[in-house]
């Protein structure tokens, strides 16, 4: 990458990833965790509470020990953040410390696996789901014991309600990246 293309390349259009490039952001935890928490924040952080959310969940308590707060703060100023900025990920103002997202870090999702329940990705779980509700419909339809005695709409309604709840759980946790998605359009 010593030619200053950057990720995404300049000025042809092509916003393609390199996969190597993408594997390479996303391996490093506090690099990763740094998108997520700004794909959460509509317009941006500032340092300060970036590297405290991150210093917190990695201590695992709140408020983090101050020496790791500090140590994560040094490494987002000095190392992760440039970097980031200078793979067209993020924009860093330096004077200001604060980070917001560009749209081309959009790009890395096709490199991530979303994270349903039980470590499942979202896809798998519908699937799953809805194929569980549609056999358990099927054999309490065709009265199979010792199903045979449940009615066939409750059992449906069911395997409906649970794909409804699991859509809602979905798209709450991801709320802040929808309205971002619907205010900036990006």
Do not use: C, I
Request: aromatic share 10%.
């Amino acid at each position: 990458m010593g030619t200053g293309q950057g990720l995404f390349g300049r000025g042809t259009g092509d916003e393609t990833l390199a996969a190597a490039e993408a594997y390479d952001v996303l391996q490093n935890d506090r690099r990763r965790r740094v998108l997520e928490r700004l794909g959460e924040e509509v317009g941006g952080a500032r340092l300060d509470d970036l590297a405290d959310g991150l210093a917190t969940t990695e201590a695992d308590e709140s408020p983090p020990p101050d020496g790791l707060r500090e140590s994560v703060y040094n490494s987002l100023h000095q190392t992760h953040l440039p970097k980031l900025e200078g793979l067209g990920l993020v924009t860093y103002d330096r004077e200001r410390k604060t980070v917001s997202l560009r749209p081309q870090a959009r790009h890395l999702a096709r490199y991530r696996r979303p994270e349903g329940p039980f470590g499942l990705s979202w896809g798998e779980w519908y699937r799953g789901v809805a194929l569980v509700g549609f056999w358990a419909s099927l054999v309490v339809h065709l009265d199979w014991p010792p199903f045979s005695g449940l009615n066939p709409l409750v059992v449906t309604s069911l395997a409906l309600g649970v794909l409804t709840l699991s859509l809602l759980y979905q798209v709450w946790t991801r709320r802040r990246l929808y309205l971002h998605l619907l205010v900036y359009g990006e």
